[in-house]
């Protein structure tokens, strides 16, 4: 009979701690021969502790394990012991705490689940996408031998790494009737989606909203804006309670079976499965299998593209780089499941570390210097394009990151690379404080592509750093410091350290509105480029915009207001109350009015080149061939043709080379798209 789960003590006054449980893990799936607890006193004080590895032993009286206690957190003092004993005999646990000097401290526990921590999971997918939440594990011909025939679900894989899985009973195809033709999600309306969803929360008392749960939302999707590139996202940021929601998108590249695959139905549902249980790893604060050694110190774990995890990237198995051959070399090897020592912080790190809405995803893993070469194959440079690095107060900062092949040979190099935050370290420091990191609102799973670099070429790619999902970084007058470490295969590449400087506001009405201003939801919405859901933080870009119509903030809040409603918009939509809402996708028409007010600002002469300057080359370009593709939706031909050869004068103007201006002339032709088109990044 097992012995392992989670145990529990009553409140006992001879002892600090007035709640007390403990996880025991020596039998049962995948055991890691460990031991965890966590006690509190009152509700201020509190310590956790992990013992490995522990030994068992034979005596007369039965099995024991024992071994010592190798991490503390919290308050440290409620638990002096260094070395644990533990029996178990009929549902007790007597656990024997010892340290030399100390007497010995005995504590009895009552068997509460087989199961370590208790989750509760929900799924919902787009009309016209298939829930896939199982996989036959013996469907496909490439898999190890000693692996199981079975029906594996999603939630099989959870409760075997310890967590006993709940289900909200809601699960549902959600409706898209009203979404019109545009099957592609844009960051805004994924953002929004999310936010709906959570928004079923609003009727928790206030104590309760925005708090920790052991709770997910997994959402089935067809494409995101970028098109099949992406395969999921998961995003960080709802509320102050993080890593809550997923989002999987079936018709992207886990759906682009290789040439020759004799088995597609197979090969598709086997990577949708692993994309899933993928990106919810991430919201359990699994990093990617090459990233164990990013963040701030948990246990010390191993790294590298060899790990059989789900949370490497099966086509970069073993060498780092793409290849159809990794791919079926991974699957050859995998048995579905995580690394032991994914296991060991799933199961026994700090609750606040592992639950959605604890820890800032990346934290709590471990931490490695840059591996910086002598002879770097790339230049990192951090940029601005305007006169100065200077901002006013209010207007969030884009910077310009420029990568450049150094070397004497064309190079490969990954087509998403600028945009891969996960394997960015970035620090933002204000003079005379500490150093803080960016961590971005959304991490996304990419099909790796990899295109030539040539001598000398180089790639860019625009980084809105003002916030990130925990608070504003650049919010206050003064001098910041900014830095990227681009984390590669073999080497890390260190950026130039850029100093901005922000300018004290210009009165005491723009120092009182920045209070509204400098929210996590304005924040939310100017990075991803509007709202139809999060009124207030709409409300206050509009007062921005009123008030201070001629100051580069009212430029960036007059994007995030009329780029939603620029172009069809679907929008996730709840009906009904809490456990019998259920979801629909309609499309929200475009308005002639929110079109024109972007056509102003963005293509026309007279205001383009300060737009340019202030949203950067980067950003002014992408936001004006979306006004163009919304034009032409329109069947406005000749005003979209305006724009983009606004667009173009515009940036030849300010020296952008030659061979981007002769994309954009190509595109003065192009027939109307009902497709969303992500931010152009080729080499110049």
């Avoid at 030539?452 to 007058?477: A, N, R, T």
């Avoid at 939603?564 to 939509?573: G, T």
């Amino acid at each position: 009979m097992n012995v392992s789960g989670l145990y529990e003590r009553q409140a006992n006054n001879d002892v600090p701690f007035s709640r007390e449980n403990l996880r025991l893990d020596v039998d049962g799936t995948f055991p890691q021969m460990a031991a965890s607890g966590t006690g509190s006193s009152g509700l201020q004080f509190s310590a956790h502790w992990v013992a490995r590895p522990l030994t068992q032993t034979i005596t007369l009286d039965g099995e024991e394990w024992s071994g010592p206690i190798v991490q503390k957190f919290g308050n440290v003092n409620l638990m002096p012991y260094d070395f644990i004993s533990i029996r178990v005999e009929n549902g007790q646990l007597r656990a024997t705490f010892q340290r030399t000097g100390f007497p010995d401290r005995v504590k009895d526990f009552n068997f509460k689940s087989p199961h370590f921590r208790e989750v509760t999971f929900e799924y919902d997918a787009e009309e016209g996408v298939d829930l896939l939440l199982e996989y036959e594990t013996h469907s496909h011909v490439d898999r190890p031998a000693t692996l199981a025939n079975e029906t594996l679900s999603i939630d099989n894989v959870f409760e075997r790494a310890g967590f006993d899985v709940l289900r909200t009973g809601q699960d549902s195809i959600v409706p898209n009737a009203g979404s019109g033709t545009n099957e592609r999600w844009s960051s805004n309306e994924m953002h929004d989606a999310m936010q709906v969803h959570f928004s079923r929360f609003a009727a928790l008392p206030l104590s309760q909203q925005n708090q920790p749960r052991w709770a997910l939302w997994t959402f089935f999707a067809k494409l995101y804006e970028d098109g099949p590139s992406t395969g999921g996202i998961m995003f960080d940021t709802i509320g102050s309670a993080h890593r809550q929601g997923t989002a999987i998108f079936r018709n992207s590249f886990i759906s682009n079976a290789p040439f020759g695959e004799t088995t597609v139905d197979a090969w598709r549902q086997r990577m949708a499965f692993w994309t899933a249980v993928h990106e919810m790893g991430h919201a359990f604060n699994l990093l990617h299998a090459w990233q164990k050694t990013l963040g701030t110190p948990w246990i010390p774990q191993p790294s590298g593209y060899d790990l059989l995890t789900f949370m490497n990237y099966p086509y970069l198995y073993k060498t780092g780089t793409f290849s159809e051959a990794n791919t079926i070399r991974f699957f050859k090897d995998f048995d579905f499941r995580f690394t032991d020592d994914e296991l060991l912080f799933l199961r026994h790190a700090p609750e606040r570390y592992v639950i959605m809405g604890g820890a800032n995803f990346g934290t709590n893993h471990a931490l490695e210097q840059a591996r910086l070469s002598p002879v770097p194959a790339f230049a990192l440079e951090l940029r601005v394009n305007r006169e100065t690095p200077e901002f006013e107060f209010m207007e969030p900062v884009v910077i310009e990151m420029k990568l450049t092949n150094t070397t004497s040979q064309p190079t490969l190099i990954e087509e998403h690379l600028l945009r891969m935050n996960d394997s960015m370290t970035i620090l933002v420091r204000k003079r005379g404080e500490e150093a803080k990191a960016f961590h971005p609102f959304a991490h996304y799973c990419y099909q790796p592509n990899l295109i030539v670099l040539e001598p000398g070429q180089s790639v860019y790619e625009s980084l809105f750093l003002s916030v990130d999902h925990h608070e504003w970084l650049i919010d206050s007058p003064g001098y910041y410091s900014i830095q990227v470490c681009l984390q590669l295969r073999d080497e890390d590449i260190l950026s130039n350290a850029f100093q901005v400087r922000v300018a004290p506001p210009v009165n005491r009405d723009q120092e009182y509105l920045a209070q509204d201003y400098f929210s996590e939801d304005v924040g939310r919405v100017i990075t991803f480029d509007g709202t139809l859901v999060l009124t207030k933080a709409h409300d206050t870009l509009q007062e921005v915009s009123a008030r201070f119509p001629k100051s580069n903030a009212a430029i960036h809040a007059n994007v995030a207001l009329h780029m939603p409603r620029a172009a069809p918009y679907k929008l996730l939509v709840a009906s009904g109350e809490d456990k019998d809402c259920r979801y629909e996708i309609k499309e929200i028409d475009a308005r002639k009015a929110d079109t024109q007010a972007l056509v102003k600002l963005l293509g026309d002469p007279k205001t383009a080149d300060e737009t340019a300057r202030f949203l950067g080359h980067i950003e002014y370009g992408y936001y004006a061939e979306r006004v163009s593709d919304a034009l032409k939706m329109q069947d406005e031909m000749e005003d979209a043709h305006a724009v983009t050869q606004c667009m173009h004068d515009t940036l030849e103007s300010r020296g952008v080379p030659e061979n981007i201006l002769a994309e954009i002339t190509e595109t003065i032709t192009d027939e109307p798209t009902t497709e969303k088109k992500p931010r152009k990044r080729k080499p110049k």
